[in-house]
């Protein structure tokens, strides 16, 4: 099992940036990819960024985040990082850090077996 804790989330006004940190402990060697979500009130959660965790260091993005959101990596840190920038507020949920295994093609939540706490991104306009 992987124990995940999520920091770096607040209130921001919209065109405003946050970075969420997600520090990673226990059987960290089984995870093969790293991951955020989101999850609105009334609504589903969804896939956001992922990251392989490692070798080709490959990159997942939503659509919507495309060019906003930069997700990385520091394995001496066993931390993973979600950069986001031009923040809307549709952006708006509790963001989830996720580990589990290499993602086939979009990214799912059925991809991740262990999640973090969450922690709340508010976008005012």
């Known amino acids: 099992q992987v124990q995940l804790v999520e920091s770096g989330g607040g209130l921001v006004q919209a065109g405003g940036s946050l970075r969420l940190s997600c520090v990673a402990s226990g059987r960290t060697a089984s995870t093969n990819a790293m991951g955020w979500f989101r999850q609105a009130p009334g609504k589903e959660r969804e896939f956001v960024a992922a990251i392989t965790w490692s070798g080709d260091n490959r990159l997942y993005y939503t659509n919507s985040v495309k060019g906003r959101f930069t997700i990385s990596r520091d394995h001496a840190k066993n931390t993973v990082y979600l950069q986001m920038n031009s923040l809307r507020p549709e952006d708006t949920a509790v963001y989830y850090c996720?580990?589990?295994?290499?993602?086939?093609?979009?990214?799912?939540?059925?991809?991740?077996?262990?999640w973090g706490q969450g922690t709340q991104v508010t976008v005012s306009s």
């Open positions: 996720a580990a589990g295994i290499r993602p086939r093609g979009t990214p799912q939540v059925a991809d991740f077996g262990s």
